[in-house]
């Protein structure tokens, strides 16, 4: 991958929304049921909604009834990072977008058995859908 996308506060700010910038620079989550991604069965791609950078395909998504877009693998292996987190008195693991390290959410070892066992849970903000073409 060619070099992260690294810009200041005040871009990142002129870049997102409120909230998006809450949740990918601040680490922040959207409530539960809330996001705009969390019930979309549509066929396509999931980009980071910071920078552009493919991260999942509508095909690993499902409905974890956790209240977030869930999905069972990113789109490509490099697609995110993940890093231990211990905040809020829990040990989890974030999961960030491997180009801009904008915060998407968390993985969790709950998923789909069959289908390598994880759940991304990631914030509807932190993303961009775009639909297949048909």
Not at 90 to 100: G, S, Y
């Amino acid at each position: 991958m060619a070099d992260k996308l690294q810009l200041s506060e005040a871009e990142w700010r002129e870049r997102l929304s409120p909230e998006q910038f809450r949740i990918l620079r601040r680490g922040g989550t959207e409530r539960a049921f809330t996001g705009s991604y969390e019930k979309n069965k549509q066929a396509g791609e999931y980009y980071c909604a910071g920078c552009g950078h493919l991260l999942f395909d509508a095909d690993s998504k499902y409905d974890s009834g956790s209240g977030w877009p869930s999905f069972t693998r990113p789109a490509e292996a490099g697609a995110v990072d993940e890093h231990r987190d211990v905040s809020h008195g829990m040990v989890r693991t974030e999961v960030v977008c491997a180009n801009c390290e904008g915060h998407l959410g968390h993985v969790f070892p709950d998923g789909p058995r069959d289908d390598g066992g994880l759940r991304y849970c990631i914030n509807s903000a932190s993303l961009a859908f775009e639909p297949e073409e048909k």
